[in-house]
């Protein structure tokens, strides 16, 4: 089978695609015929040896997939082959075949297309934990989303309406901002050209957003914290700029706000039924036509480091989505 191998740390085009021995399911796991594969910024960290988890040399990135399972390991009772899945292993997702643990999989109704469904899972369950666990958002509250054109962000305008919140979407420039709006947003600040902190001022009366969502870093996070109502709860989703902010401590206590870290993925591994409950519930809006990703561009698995160069200098809106010269022909 086909995968794009990480055999030497590096930037995207570092990666090459080479054949390699079919996989086989050991206990626990699902062996998964990737139809498509979503591409996100952590795959741009991994190959870098800059994210948490750690794979061995060679490894293929990836870390979310839509298929059909293939095989299954020993002891894997809630999956047999054939059925329509979606995954998070983590990494291996950029291949013809891809293994995961049993408690990463999770049915895909019929009716849902794979290549949404690879673009779906990461963005829109962080989101879904982030809203629902870790801020309590509240209908009326106001939200503000910063990064909102990337696929995360778009995730947290969608689903920031759907429950109930006045959503403030901001980002570097007028077209990004044009597909927020698409996706619900209710009011627009572009940061390349507008200052965040007054305008947010004026869009709030001076009362500051309730709720900060944060998939970015950078310059703009300290801005945001300052523009925090009382008793707010400020969303640290990850670095896509590249910088990890350093902010004073007693703008917390000023502000009487929580700075709250979310991290899906040890989300599933620490609580893995409460996150079953809330993937299933997740899926059913998807299934139901109540959220759905936004794919840019579809990229053949040959052009993966492509594909993987637009979403490290955040250029990609949206999802961008790898699909298996298999898959294709199907």
Known sequence: MKAVLCKQYGP???????????????????LISVRATGVNFPD??????????????????????????QAVGEGVR??????????????????????????????????????????????YGTTHYALQERAALRPGETLLVLGAAGGTGLSAVEMGKLLGARVIAAASSDEKLALCREHGADELINYSREDLRQR??????????DIVYDPV?????EAALRSMAWNGRFL?????????????????????????????????????????????????????????????????LEQAAQALAEVAARKATGKIVLLPDSARER
């Open 12 to 30: 995207p085009e570092t990666l090459v695609l080479e054949d390699v021995q079919p996989l086989q399911p050991g206990p626990g796991q699902i």
């Open 44 to 69: 741009t960290l991994i190959i870098e040896n800059r994210y948490q988890l750690k794979p061995d040399l060679p490894f293929s990135p990836g870390a979310e997939v839509a298929g059909v399972v």
């Open 78 to 123: 809630a999956f047999r082959p054939g059925e329509r899945v979606i995954a998070v292993p983590g990494y291996g997702g950029y291949a013809e075949q891809t293994l995961a643990r049993e408690e990463d999989t999770f049915p895909l109704p019929d009716g849902i297309d794979f290549a949404d469904a690879a673009a779906f899972l990461i963005a």
């Open 200 to 209: 947010l001022k004026e869009l709030t009366g001076g009362r500051g957003v």
């Open 217 to 221: 870093g950078g310059s703009f996070s």
């Open 236 to 300: 640290v989703i990850g670095f896509t700029a590249g910088e990890i902010p350093k902010v004073a401590l007693n703008l917390t206590l000023l502000k009487g706000c929580s700075i709250v870290g979310v991290w899906w993925g040890g989300f599933l591994r620490s609580e893995p039924e409460r996150a079953a409950a809330l993937t299933r519930e997740l899926v059913e809006w998807f299934r139901q036509g109540k959220v759905r990703p936004y794919i840019s561009k579809r990229y053949p």
